[in-house]
Structure formats: C-alpha cells, structure tokens
C-alpha cells in the first residue's frame, strides 16, 4: 500500500497510525482535546480556548475571511514562535509524528505550514480528528462482532485483573477505564473522558486482530466502569463468548483486595496529597461504601462503616493497616459474593471452565 510520495503529503493511512502508535500533534484547543483524544497524541494547540472562541463568534458572524484575519491579530509573531517551538521540539523527539485538527482544515494546514517554514515537514491527517474517530469507531463495531472472546468471571478480589495483565490477547477494560468496576474502584487520578476511552479500545482491539489471535480474553464486566461505559453494540457482541471462572480462596481474596484498595491506594494517595493522604483516602472509602448503602442495608452498612472507622482509627496511632482487612471480608463476604454468584446463575454464557489461577491460565493460553 502506497502511504506517501512526499512526507508532506496528507496521511490517510489510519490502520498503520494504530499498529505503529504513531504519535501525533493535535493542534485543536484545550477544550476540545479534553472530551476526546487518540492514544499517543498530545495537545499542542494553534488557538487556546479564548482565542478559539473569539475567531468562532468572529467566524459566525462575519464568515471565514474576517475569523482568519482576527487569528493573525490574535497570534502576533511571539506567540506564534512560541507555538512552532513546541512543535518543533515534539517533533524532534518524535520525528515520524503526524499532526491534525478537527476536520484537517485551516488550523493543521496552517499548522503544517508555519512548520515547514521552519525546516519541518510533518505530514496531518486527511479528515482530521473527525475521520480518524470515525474509522476507530467503525473499526470497533466491526472487530468486536467478528472476534471470537473468552469472558473471565469470578467472584472480588480473585485477581481477575492481575491474571489477564499475564495473557497475550487479552484487553484490560478496567485498565482502560482506568477503574477497578466496583464502587471502591476509582482511582487517585480521574478517569479518562467517554471518547477517549472509546479510541483507547478501538486500538486495542485492532491490535489484537492484527495478532491474529483465536480468542480475545476480556474480564466479565458491566456496562458502566465508573462514569464510563462500554458502547452498547460493542458490549453485546463482546458478550457473545463463553464463561471461565477463576476460584480463589476467600484469604487470597481478602489479601488481594486489600492491596489493592487500601496498600496501592494509599501509595497512590500519597504521591498527589503527601500529608493528606490518608484522609484523602478515608474520605474516599466512606464514599465508596455511602455508594451501596442501600444495597447493603442500613444494619449492614452501619457494621462495615464502625470497622471501617475503628481500622482507620488504629491505622493512624499505630500505622498498622492490617485492620481493614476485617471490614474487607465481611463486605465480600455478605455483599459482593452473594450479588455475583446471583449474576452467574442469571447468565446466559455458559461456563466451560473452572479452576485456580494456574489452571485457568493454562487453560486460557492453550486458547489463544
């Protein structure tokens, strides 16, 4: 397949901008990258968000002749120099780099030329952000109903997450989501927006078709992974695979759900609140725990919180965390053990293996 004759000739080429993870420059405004970016890409904007919206109202009202002019008036040569530079030093670490707008229109043709008038030829996508999102989407919709999948079920705290990180052709959609799915599950850091999480899945799940492997692996998920949500066609035909159940001891469970939520967390926690930290994340945990107050009952809601507060308590006199583990057991116990096994039996996905974690992983690669 031809790409280019000359490296200034517009990029069309999306497939290989997926398998290549090339990077890119996305010269729309702040506002604009926040709702939606591709993998691989930084925003290294033309216009900021006022003078977007100052040229837009310009553009509305007095057409695209006099937006144009108040963009030039708006970028004076310092701060144009000051954007080329940036665009210049991305693309001196990044020399294969591509660069884009909204639809591939003024702002990356402008973009590419200032570059080029400054010794740089980076190519921009033809369409721009509207075309490549377009061609993830419908990639998405078509891959996910072609690709034959294996669903990894099992109760909290398995370590479901931690055994499909091992496996070559699976997708972490928590990873993705950047959520761990249960109402503890947020992270420090936000989630990524809808649209970004969309695009992140579509390369994922390119890559894996280019890997030609027999079964994707996915974790047994719900629609909704904390704020995002796993588009409906997409989740349907992801669904459309068969059931292996990993059966992990309770103290396994009890040990690996407290690493993860308190340990990590608090690490995590740590990094971004230094001394408040650890109230930070307290707050969080009694949030997360308000979140499924009436699913628990107001009796046991009442029972988590006190051990809960009592670990706390002791957490911060004697720096020992080991008491979170009592509330962690019951909640797993008397909460999501009895509401997944309910979700099991309601499937429809049959289940054609069971076993430990060795086993299921032997089992899944002799599946791939």
Not at 137 to 150: A, F, G, H, P, Y
Not at 207 to 225: F, P, Q, S, T, W
Not at 268 to 273: I, P, V
Not at 300 to 313: D, N, T, V
Request: aromatic share 10%; glycine share 8%.
């Amino acid at each position: 397949m031809k790409l280019f004759n000359m490296k200034t000739e517009l990029a069309q080429d999306f497939r290989s901008i997926v398998l290549d993870k090339r990077p890119l420059i996305d010269v729309r405004a702040p506002v604009e990258y926040e709702k939606g970016f591709f993998p691989h890409s930084i925003n290294l904007p033309l216009l900021n968000n006022e003078e977007r919206r100052l040229v837009g109202i310009c553009y509305k009202e007095f057409g695209n002749t006099a937006a144009v002019a108040l963009g030039k008036k708006l970028i004076h040569p310092e701060i144009q120099n000051e954007r080329v530079k940036a665009w210049r030093t991305f693309a001196a670490m990044h020399p294969d780099a591509y660069l884009y707008c909204f639809r591939g229109g003024q702002r990356s043709q402008i973009s590419q030329m200032w570059l080029s008038e400054s010794g740089i030829e980076m190519p921009r996508l033809k369409g721009g952000y509207k075309a490549f999102r377009n061609f993830l989407i419908q990639e998405s919709e078509r891959i996910s109903t072609e690709v034959n999948t294996l669903i990894l079920g099992g109760r909290t705290g398995s370590g479901k997450t931690i055994l499909l990180n091992q496996l070559d052709n699976s997708i972490d959609l928590e990873g993705l989501a950047h959520h761990r799915g249960s109402s503890f599950g947020s992270f420090v850091n936000p989630q990524p927006s809808q649209i970004g999480f969309e695009n992140s899945l579509a390369y994922e799940l390119i890559h894996h078709e280019e890997a030609m492997h027999k079964h994707l692996v996915l974790e047994h998920e719900g629609r909704n992974i904390g704020k995002i949500y796993i588009p409906q066609g997409i989740l349907s035909a992801l669904r459309e695979g068969r059931l292996v159940i990993l059966q992990t001891p309770l103290r396994e469970r009890i040990d690996i759900t407290f690493d993860e939520y308190v340990i990590q967390s608090l690490v995590a926690y740590k990094k971004l609140y230094a001394h408040e930290a650890e109230e930070r994340w307290f707050e969080a945990a009694n949030l997360g725990l308000k979140r499924i107050y009436k699913r628990l009952g107001s009796e046991l809601y009442i029972q988590i919180q006190s051990l809960l507060q009592e670990a706390y308590a002791h957490q911060k006199n004697s720096g020992d965390l080991e008491g979170h583990k009592i509330w962690i057991e019951i909640l797993l116990c008397r909460y999501y053990d009895p509401m997944y096994d309910y979700q099991i039996e309601k499937s429809e996905m049959p289940v054609i293996f069971r076993g430990d974690a060795q086993e299921v992983k032997s089992y899944m690669k002799s599946q791939e």
